[in-house]
């Protein structure tokens, strides 16, 4: 081998090195994410949140005061009626309120026998997702749907009677499709989505 | 050489021109078409729609709310934007998006725009209530040009027109009998609360010399309700902050001092809306081309309903309809309209039976509160609530809010002393309305038997 040959080889083994040194540190060293929490994970924690809120208001506040001591009612035009919130008013008017605050999640109230029919599902995954948390008891649905162009992984999670006045209240409504539901019967779903 | 004349020329137009659009002067010539009455009185505010000059829909909702946000809440909105924002809806959004005002409500279209400044067909509720026949049959066959019919729904505001507000006002009488608070009644039940030191004579008007003018000025303060409440001539000529300065013709910006609602409420209205702050025809502008310049005040010259020609240029203020020392509420509720509005619906007010109502009342013939003038029905007493929580009652500055759609006048005003159906029935005839409400109405509104046919056969369906 002659001299041009030896630094020619030289130079290439040069290069291929911090080539490949700069590669691993790349993959070693470089832009390191922290470990996020899986989506279904926060769908979770956000469910039990909104449930134990609404859990409370429904016992403490419309149960006790409407039902056990009558001193006032629950109405949904509880401004002209100097009435308490609904339940799922309360539900909804959170979700409206989250919704100027971020666009990180959404969720809804949502029913297979719905008082007003704008709150039945609509997309595929609300349809399987209510129908499989109302036969499977104890069980949530999770998927993932494309809505408007945007990827969304979407939890759904059973939303049971937990006090006496929500069989009584839906049962009687002059809108409502069902009149059989009991203490503890699923009524309809909590829907969380999250973008992708 | 004169084509170097002919492009300095076009060049300096064309400045002036962008020179326009950005900073103001005169921009009459740049509207596109003719706005709607609602906005034609500050069209040249350009600014006060477009706040900046590039940028669409995003740019002009925030203008749209920043003047219309807080009566879309008060009229409890029945499509809201956070109906729309949810993903779910995401399909129904791409059709029509109700998350912006200007989806349905465009500008300067004149012509594709309809009543209320609607610039859609009238079917527009059918892209998301297409089905509503199978959940309401009263509803089978009717045009989806006919939902937003008088008496049956309105897109914003269903205050009078919701379900259970038809049930519970069903079978009343066409004259009720109910008393409610009028804001007599309430001034009355505040009077020992206001504290005056000493009710105020004309000897005590304190206007320096150079500025008393006319003694029967202060013959008219001393006998109104200024003088008793002991505010003094320095009281509205002058400010605390330059006690020296004496204000030949003191404006909104003094009475707003003391009678904030009222202020607020008539530069919302269309009385007052160029006085609103932040109507500018011009701002400042570079090399002092363009100066800043408030809209001038309304005159009824500009107006688009008719008016009488003797007070075309009549700047419209506060004293306006309340004389500058004497403020007769009394004068203030017909005369005053009637000295400049000259369209039929006024015209045939002063032989109806309203008025006959409002003369006995001031003739002390009928007990207080009974009569109904210009004033009742379209700037009637409003109740409110002080950041404390405390309840106030005042009288409604903004005469457009209690109008058009005249549904907003249901509960406000002719709830007062009508019964719904009948209040639903004179509000939906055209006809009785241009005659202000002499004879009975030609239409009836189904509203409230459909509620109370549904409501029978829902209970009779759940037995």
């Given at each position: 081998?002659n001299?041009?040959?030896?630094?020619?080889?030289a130079?290439?083994?040069?290069?291929?090195?911090?080539?490949?040194?700069?590669?691993?540190?790349?993959?070693?060293?470089?832009?390191?994410?922290?470990?996020?929490?899986?989506?279904?994970q926060?769908?979770?924690?956000?469910?039990a949140?909104?449930?134990?809120?609404?859990a409370?208001?429904?016992?403490?506040?419309?149960?006790?005061?409407?039902?056990?001591?009558?001193?006032?009612?629950?109405?949904?035009h509880?401004?002209?009626?100097?009435?308490?919130?609904?339940?799922?008013?309360?539900?909804?008017?959170?979700?409206?309120?989250?919704?100027?605050?971020?666009?990180?999640?959404?969720?809804?109230?949502l029913?297979?026998?719905?008082?007003?029919?704008?709150?039945?599902?609509?997309?595929?995954?609300?349809?399987?997702?209510?129908?499989?948390?109302?036969?499977?008891?104890?069980?949530?649905?999770?998927?993932?749907?494309?809505?408007?162009?945007?990827?969304?992984?979407?939890?759904?999670?059973?939303?049971?009677?937990?006090?006496?006045?929500?069989?009584?209240c839906?049962?009687?409504?002059?809108?409502?499709?069902?009149t059989?539901?009991?203490?503890?019967?699923?009524?309809?779903?909590?829907?969380i989505?999250?973008?992708? | 050489?004169?084509?170097?004349?002919?492009?300095?020329?076009?060049?300096?137009?064309?400045?002036?021109?962008?020179?326009?659009?950005?900073?103001?002067?005169n921009?009459?010539?740049?509207?596109?078409?003719?706005?709607?009455?609602?906005?034609?009185?500050?069209?040249?505010?350009?600014?006060?729609?477009?706040?900046?000059?590039?940028?669409?829909?995003?740019?002009?909702?925030d203008?749209?709310?920043?003047?219309?946000?807080?009566?879309?809440?008060?009229?409890?909105?029945?499509?809201?934007?956070?109906?729309?924002?949810?993903?779910?809806n995401?399909?129904?959004?791409?059709?029509?998006?109700?998350?912006?005002?200007?989806?349905?409500?465009?500008?300067?279209?004149?012509?594709?725009?309809?009543?209320?400044?609607?610039?859609?067909?009238?079917?527009?509720?059918?892209?998301?209530?297409?089905?509503?026949?199978?959940?309401?049959?009263?509803?089978?066959?009717?045009?989806?040009?006919?939902?937003?019919?008088?008496?049956?729904h309105?897109?914003?505001?269903?205050?009078?027109?919701?379900?259970?507000?038809?049930?519970?006002?069903?079978?009343?009488?066409?004259?009720?009998?109910?008393q409610r608070?009028?804001?007599?009644?309430?001034?009355?039940?505040?009077?020992?609360?206001?504290?005056?030191?000493r009710?105020?004579?004309?000897?005590?008007?304190?206007?320096?010399?150079?500025h008393?003018?006319?003694?029967?000025?202060?013959?008219?303060?001393?006998?109104?309700?200024?003088?008793?409440?002991?505010?003094?001539?320095?009281?509205?000529?002058?400010?605390?902050?330059?006690?020296?300065?004496?204000?030949?013709?003191?404006?909104?910006?003094?009475?707003?001092?003391?009678?904030?609602?009222?202020?607020?409420?008539?530069?919302?209205?269309?009385?007052?809306?160029?006085?609103?702050?932040?109507?500018?025809?011009?701002?400042?502008?570079?090399?002092?081309?363009?100066?800043?310049?408030?809209?001038?005040?309304?005159?009824?010259?500009?107006?688009?309903l008719?008016?009488?020609?003797?007070?075309?240029?009549?700047?419209?203020?506060?004293?306006?309809?309340?004389?500058?020392?004497?403020?007769?509420?009394k004068?203030?509720?017909?005369?005053?309209?009637?000295?400049?509005?000259?369209?039929?619906?006024?015209?045939?007010y002063?032989?109806?039976?309203?008025?006959?109502?409002?003369?006995?009342?001031?003739?002390?013939?009928?007990?207080?509160?009974?009569?109904?003038?210009?004033?009742?029905?379209?700037?009637?007493?409003?109740e409110?609530?002080?950041?404390?929580?405390r309840?106030?009652?005042?009288?409604?500055?903004?005469?457009?809010?209690?109008?058009?759609?005249?549904?907003?006048?249901?509960?406000?005003?002719c709830?007062?002393?009508?019964?719904?159906?009948?209040?639903?029935?004179?509000?939906?005839?055209?006809?009785?309305?241009?005659?202000?409400?002499?004879?009975?109405?030609?239409?009836?509104?189904?509203?409230?038997?459909?509620?109370?046919?549904?409501?029978?056969?829902?209970?009779?369906?759940?037995?």
């Amino acid at each position: 081998m002659n001299r041009q040959t030896v630094k020619l080889a030289a130079a290439a083994l040069l290069v291929g090195g911090v080539t490949a040194a700069t590669a691993v540190h790349a993959q070693w060293f470089g832009s390191k994410e922290p470990k996020g929490i899986p989506m279904q994970q926060v769908a979770d924690m956000l469910h039990a949140v909104m449930d134990s809120d609404r859990a409370i208001y429904t016992t403490r506040v419309v149960n006790r005061l409407q039902n056990e001591d009558k001193v006032i009612k629950a109405d949904e035009h509880f401004m002209d009626k100097k009435a308490l919130p609904l339940p799922a008013q309360m539900f909804r008017f959170g979700a409206e309120r989250v919704a100027t605050k971020t666009k990180a999640f959404s969720y809804s109230l949502l029913s297979l026998w719905p008082v007003n029919k704008q709150n039945a599902p609509r997309t595929k995954i609300e349809k399987d997702g209510l129908k499989y948390v109302a036969d499977n008891k104890g069980k949530n649905y999770y998927g993932e749907e494309t809505l408007g162009g945007k990827k969304y992984f979407t939890a759904v999670y059973a939303d049971t009677a937990v006090a006496p006045v929500c069989v009584t209240c839906h049962n009687s409504h002059p809108e409502t499709p069902r009149t059989d539901f009991k203490l503890g019967d699923v009524m309809g779903g909590v829907v969380i989505r999250l973008p992708m | 050489m004169l084509w170097v004349l002919w492009i300095t020329v076009s060049a300096a137009g064309g400045l002036y021109v962008l020179g326009s659009i950005v900073y103001g002067g005169n921009r009459s010539l740049l509207l596109i078409g003719k706005t709607t009455s609602g906005h034609h009185q500050i069209e040249l505010a350009c600014d006060a729609c477009h706040t900046t000059v590039f940028g669409g829909a995003e740019v002009l909702q925030d203008a749209c709310v920043n003047c219309h946000g807080v009566e879309l809440k008060a009229a409890n909105d029945a499509h809201p934007l956070s109906k729309f924002t949810d993903p779910r809806n995401a399909d129904r959004t791409a059709v029509l998006d109700a998350r912006h005002c200007v989806t349905c409500h465009q500008e300067h279209r004149p012509k594709i725009t309809r009543a209320m400044g609607v610039t859609l067909p009238h079917d527009y509720c059918f892209h998301c209530h297409a089905d509503i026949a199978e959940d309401r049959p009263s509803h089978k066959g009717l045009a989806f040009s006919t939902c937003a019919s008088a008496g049956c729904h309105n897109f914003h505001d269903n205050r009078a027109l919701y379900n259970d507000f038809l049930l519970q006002h069903a079978g009343e009488p066409d004259h009720l009998e109910r008393q409610r608070m009028t804001l007599a009644t309430f001034l009355r039940s505040r009077e020992d609360s206001i504290k005056v030191p000493r009710v105020l004579v004309a000897a005590d008007a304190d206007a320096p010399a150079a500025h008393r003018g006319d003694a029967k000025i202060a013959a008219d303060w001393a006998g109104d309700a200024h003088a008793r409440a002991g505010i003094n001539c320095s009281g509205c000529h002058t400010t605390k902050a330059e006690p020296e300065r004496w204000i030949a013709a003191p404006g909104i910006d003094v009475c707003k001092g003391c009678h904030s609602d009222e202020a607020r409420t008539f530069v919302e209205g269309k009385h007052g809306m160029r006085l609103r702050e932040g109507m500018m025809a011009s701002h400042d502008g570079p090399l002092g081309i363009f100066r800043a310049a408030k809209l001038p005040p309304m005159t009824p010259a500009q107006a688009r309903l008719p008016m009488k020609t003797d007070q075309a240029h009549t700047e419209l203020g506060c004293n306006t309809c309340h004389s500058a020392h004497r403020y007769d509420p009394k004068t203030a509720r017909v005369e005053r309209c009637t000295g400049c509005h000259d369209d039929t619906h006024t015209k045939a007010y002063l032989t109806s039976a309203h008025h006959g109502l409002f003369e006995k009342e001031a003739a002390g013939l009928a007990p207080k509160g009974t009569g109904v003038s210009c004033a009742t029905c379209h700037m009637p007493p409003i109740e409110t609530r002080r950041p404390d929580g405390r309840k106030a009652i005042f009288v409604t500055h903004n005469q457009n809010d209690n109008l058009r759609p005249n549904e907003k006048m249901v509960r406000s005003v002719c709830g007062t002393c009508h019964g719904l159906q009948f209040t639903l029935d004179a509000l939906a005839d055209r006809k009785l309305i241009d005659k202000n409400f002499t004879g009975l109405s030609g239409v009836h509104i189904e509203s409230i038997a459909w509620a109370q046919r549904r409501a029978r056969e829902r209970s009779k369906r759940r037995q």
